[in-house]
């Protein structure tokens, strides 16, 4: 009988944890499916106006497995960082972060995208879990600058942009397909040395 196969990397990707006061952000694995499928399910009608067109199969267990697969290779690859929000009293789920284009070279940029459950919106979690992305970013990745773009009439999210410390550059025309339609986009940033500022003066809090 053949000896068992052990997934030194999976298990690698589990313990990757990131520590907020209310929050912890980690990797998502395969056994998230169940919990993360009745989240997503329950806050379809309040995700579904800002997101791209959810697909058919969006919520079954195969559309997570390959979801899954395409997150460990654009992680392993260095193009992205999807990882989920977990509160810390009870590891449960309440939303999801992603770092994507992530480029190297003369940019050291990324996107940022991200979404919470209904549930626990309006609490303050996204802002905690951000604020402690923040250091992972510029700090122990190096990077120099984030991007993120939101559609005029989510009022909620430029305030939580601006309440972590982004600044709105500009506007964008036709930027993204959102829930099938194309739609424009405020172009929010934060850069490195504007973040160091906000860190010394102990303002990214609160």
């Not at 697909?55 to 460990?72: G, H, K, M, V």
């Not at 999807?82 to 050291?108: D, M, Q, W, Y």
């Not at 909620?156 to 309440?163: A, G």
């Amino acid at each position: 009988m053949a000896p068992p196969v052990f997934r030194f990397r999976s298990r690698t990707q589990e313990e990757f944890r990131i520590e907020g006061q209310r929050t912890f952000l980690r990797n998502p694995v395969i056994a998230d499916f169940p919990e993360w499928s009745r989240l997503r399910a329950a806050s379809r009608s309040f995700l579904e106006p800002w997101e791209p067109k959810w697909a058919e199969d969006d919520l079954t267990r195969s559309a997570f497995r390959y979801r899954i697969r395409r997150y460990d290779i654009d992680r392993e690859a260095g193009t992205a960082l999807p990882l989920f929000v977990c509160l810390k009293h009870n590891g449960r789920i309440a939303g999801g972060i992603t770092l994507g284009s992530i480029r190297r070279g003369v940019a050291e940029s990324c996107t940022l995208g991200y979404w919470m459950g209904e549930q626990h919106a309006g609490q303050g979690l996204m802002a905690d879990a951000l604020r402690a992305l923040l250091p992972h970013v510029f700090d122990r990745m190096r990077l120099h600058r984030i991007e993120a773009a939101c559609i005029p009439d989510n009022a909620r999210s430029q305030r939580l942009l601006e309440k972590v410390g982004f600044r709105r550059e500009g506007y964008l025309n036709g930027y993204l397909k959102i829930n099938g339609a194309w739609r424009d986009h405020l172009l929010y940033a934060l850069i490195a040395e504007d973040w160091q500022s906000i860190r010394a003066k102990g303002s990214g809090s609160g």
